[in-house]
């Protein structure tokens, strides 16, 4: 099922939510592309999902970076002075998340993809707002190899405290779960357990994921090994060093902004590098020297 956009043609359906349904959509107009979340209004839940989507807007719309997805237009379709529906206008992006090349990617690839998301983040804590939402599916990355984050229904004002808990809890710094203060570390936090999550494909402990009960109806069907805890010794010890830091249950702890990220992603890919470099002159060598 599809929906009817004045002066839009609607094109395919790019995915779905809890509540919402997101399609892609060509302005008749100028050609133009366009991503549009639609939500219908058929359960209280929905007039969540659309409060949401005025969190998204409020913040997209103010976007101007490269890496950050904008949003341009939020419409609420009313009849009878009752909200039947609402349609977010965003900036289409095609890209595959980390989610989902996760797998693909060595730790040289995976620092200069995260360096990138920082300096998104960056400007976006400039702007004065917080993602809150970081995780594998809200990075994308082109075939260019720049990245594009999205989903900005979390996101609030630097510094405010949330009325109530949002997030997703494996990559939720503790200061969400107690509904106190968010500021740029919470990113940082977010970053830091999305980074655990690409490198070793298992959520990093966080205050929320541990108070659960792993006998909880959302583990039904999960093995045993899915809930223990990966090592981080396979990981060469600066991007380990880098991941505990950003995950400190402190935030004072953390690396204080997106820029000290960048730095740390900066020194460890050239430490890589070179140690990629000593092996690679090392084998060359050795092959110099073989009588076989």
């Known amino acids: 099922m599809s929906i009817?956009?004045?002066h839009y043609r609607i094109m395919g359906k790019l995915g779905t939510g809890a509540d919402s349904t997101i399609y892609q959509a060509k302005a008749l107009k100028t050609g133009v592309i366009y991503a549009i979340k639609h939500v219908k209004v058929t359960t209280p839940?929905?007039?969540?999902?659309?409060?949401?989507?005025?969190?998204?807007h409020q913040c997209g719309s103010l976007m101007d970076h490269p890496a950050l997805r904008k949003t341009f237009e939020l419409r609420l379709v009313k009849r009878?002075?009752?909200?039947?529906?609402?349609?977010?206008?965003?900036?289409?992006?095609?890209?595959?998340?980390?989610?989902?090349?996760?797998t693909s990617l060595s730790v040289l690839q995976a620092l200069y993809l995260f360096e990138k998301a920082a300096d998104?983040?960056?400007?976006?804590?400039?702007?004065?707002?917080?993602?809150?939402?970081?995780?594998?599916?809200?990075?994308?990355?082109?075939?260019?190899?720049?990245?594009?984050?999205?989903d900005f229904g979390q996101s609030c004002k630097i510094n405010q405290v949330?009325?109530?808990?949002?997030?997703?809890?494996?990559?939720?710094?503790?200061?969400?779960?107690?509904?106190e203060r968010l500021d740029a570390r919470t990113d940082v936090f977010g970053l830091g357990a999305t980074f655990h999550k690409v490198l070793t494909g298992k959520p990093i402990a966080t205050k929320m994921n541990q108070n659960l009960?792993?006998?909880?109806?959302?583990?039904?069907?999960?093995?045993?090994s899915d809930n223990e805890q990966p090592s981080l010794?396979?990981?060469?010890?600066?991007?380990?060093?880098?991941?505990?830091?950003?995950?400190?249950?402190?935030?004072?702890?953390?690396?204080?902004?997106?820029?000290?990220?960048?730095?740390?992603?900066?020194?460890?890919?050239?430490?890589?590098?070179?140690?990629?470099?000593?092996?690679?002159?090392?084998a060359a060598k050795s092959s110099q020297t073989d009588p076989t």
């Open 213 to 224: 009960d792993v006998h909880s109806l959302g583990r039904l069907g999960v093995r045993k």
């Open 162 to 179: 949330k009325p109530r808990i949002q997030g997703t809890i494996d990559y939720m710094a503790p200061e969400q779960g107690a509904k």
């Open 233 to 282: 010794e396979e990981l060469p010890p600066v991007i380990s060093k880098l991941i505990v830091d950003c995950c400190q249950h402190d935030p004072a702890k953390r690396p204080k902004d997106m820029h000290d990220f960048v730095s740390r992603c900066r020194m460890a890919r050239l430490t890589l590098a070179k140690a990629v470099e000593t092996e690679e002159a090392k």
């Open 4 to 6: 009817d956009v004045p």
């Open 45 to 56: 839940e929905s007039h969540k999902t659309i409060e949401l989507m005025k969190d998204e």
């Open 80 to 102: 009878r002075l009752t909200l039947k529906a609402a349609m977010l206008f965003m900036e289409y992006v095609e890209g595959k998340s980390l989610a989902e090349i996760a």
């Open 120 to 150: 998104a983040l960056a400007e976006m804590h400039k702007i004065g707002f917080v993602h809150a939402d970081l995780k594998p599916g809200n990075i994308l990355v082109m075939d260019d190899r720049n990245i594009k984050l999205i």
